[in-house]
């Protein structure tokens, strides 16, 4: 059974870093594409970045060559580390595995951006 929970938000002042944490049990990383998604107040779910089997990446424009996904294996988790973050990336970030036809989420972990 897959569970993935995300920890690692809260509060930073712009210009600021954070690093978010996704603990993923039931998961086989060489099988499964993992992302991270973000979901703003009135807005859709985007996706933020992603990582395949195989260890490519992929990222969102606005948050290229700011944010970096990386993969644990020994530990299970998979990582979003954000630089320099702005008053555009406040949002509920979660946590997403993608196996053929079936996906899970995490519950999201809040990252609020303000000075």
């Known amino acids: 059974q897959v569970h993935l929970v995300e920890s690692g938000g809260g509060l930073v002042q712009p210009g600021g870093s954070l690093r978010l944490t996704c603990a993923a049990s039931?998961?086989?990383?060489?099988?499964?594409?993992m992302g991270w998604y973000r979901q703003a107040p009135g807005k859709q779910r985007e996706l933020v970045a992603y990582?395949?089997?195989?260890?490519?990446?992929d990222y969102a424009d606005s948050v290229k060559g700011r944010f970096t996904i990386s993969r644990d294996s020994a530990k299970n988790t998979v990582l979003l580390q954000m630089n320099s973050l702005t008053p555009e990336d406040p949002a509920v970030y979660y946590c997403?595995?993608?196996?053929?036809?079936?996906?899970?989420w995490g519950q999201g972990t809040q990252v609020t951006v303000s000075s």
């Open positions: 990582m395949i089997s195989d260890g490519a990446t």
């Open positions: 039931g998961v086989m990383f060489r099988l499964y594409r």
């Open positions: 997403h595995a993608l196996f053929g036809a079936n996906d899970y």
